[in-house]
């Protein structure tokens, strides 16, 4: 797809690592698969994607983790 912040580069499959700050909990989640604007860098992720992202964030905030660093692996 075309890049929405540059709209002139396109994106390609690729892993990220994400990092999400949310309350007390920040968690790094590493090989996240994104797609990533050739021109910009821009990334996107998906919506099935963020969903898992978020399960790993709660899984930290249950364990009592103020930081977690993790590999990406789908729900
Ligand atoms: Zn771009």
């Avoid at 790993?56 to 977690?68: D, E, F, S, W």
Wanted: charged fraction near 25%; aromatic fraction near 2%.
């Amino acid at each position: 797809m075309t890049c929405i912040a540059c709209k002139k580069g396109s994106t390609l499959p690729g892993k990220v690592t994400v990092t999400i700050d949310k309350g007390a909990t920040v968690v790094v989640i590493r090989d996240v698969p994104a797609h990533v604007c050739s021109t910009c860098g821009e990334e996107y992720i998906d919506a099935d994607t963020m969903r898992d992202l978020e399960k790993l964030v709660c899984a930290a905030q249950k364990a009592g983790l103020n930081i977690a660093i993790q590999h990406f692996k789908a729900a």
